[in-house]
Nanobody, 117 residues
C-alpha cells in the first residue's frame, strides 16, 4: 500500500503562482512514476504532468511552459510549480503513484486550487 498526501492548494489571483507538494509513503518501489491530475465538477480527471524516478517528465498541452513538475526521490515527494495561473486552471489537483511492480495506482485525497480573475 502507498499513501499520498497533497498540500499547497489555495486561492490565488490570475497570473499568480502556487506550488503543490505530494508526499508518498508506504511500499514505495524504487522505480515508479508519479503524476498530477486535475478535475473540475462534471468532468473527468485529466493528466497535468508526470515524472519518473529518473526524472523523465511529461506535460499536458494546456500547462506546458507554465507548470513544472519535479521530485525529491530521497523523500518520495513530488512538486508542481504552477505559474501564470488562469481561472481555467482552477480544479482539485490529485497526485497519483503508479507502481511498476504491482501495476497498481494509488491516489491522494486532492487539494483545491482556486484562481480568481
Amino acid at each position: 500500500q502507498v499513501q499520498l498526501v497533497e498540500s499547497g492548494g489555495g486561492l490565488v489571483q490570475a497570473g499568480g503562482s502556487l506550488r503543490l507538494s505530494c508526499a508518498a509513503s508506504g511500499s514505495i518501489f524504487k522505480i515508479n512514476r508519479m503524476y498530477w491530475y486535475r478535475q473540475t465538477p462534471g468532468r473527468q480527471r485529466s493528466m497535468v504532468a508526470s515524472i519518473s524516478t529518473s526524472g523523465d517528465t511529461n506535460y499536458g498541452d494546456s500547462v506546458e511552459g507554465r507548470f513544472t513538475i519535479s521530485r525529491d526521490n530521497a523523500n518520495n515527494t513530488i512538486y508542481l510549480q504552477m505559474n501564470s495561473l488562469t481561472p481555467e486552471d482552477a480544479a482539485v489537483y490529485y497526485c497519483k503513484y503508479a507502481d511498476y511492480l504491482s501495476l497498481d495506482d494509488y491516489w491522494g485525497q486532492g487539494t483545491q486550487v482556486t484562481v480568481s480573475s
